[in-house]
């Protein structure tokens, strides 16, 4: 983010690098990581994107690949160096978009 940028700015690449994540798919589930709530904080500094994601499980077989995928996206989508860190916090469904589906059988 450059000193010019405000906060305003700041909302509008936001939900454009939420959007883009749109198109970032946990392969194992088949949901994208916003949907699942894997992106839990993205802050902007001047010239960088830093991203702190979370897995459904901390073994994830795709873990990298995903990380990698979510740094890129972010990356092509702002024009702007991005960092995605991995988060210490522990994934469940309650986390995800509209709640976890019904369909489940999980609540």
Known sequence: MTEQETPADTTVLEEKIKTALREVYDPEIGMNVIELGLIRKIDFQPDLVEITMILTTPFCPVGPQMFEQVRY????ATNT??????GMEMWDPSMMEGGPPSDWGLF
């Open 81 to 86: 160096p991005t960092h995605v860190t991995m």
């Open 73 to 76: 996206v972010a990356e092509k």
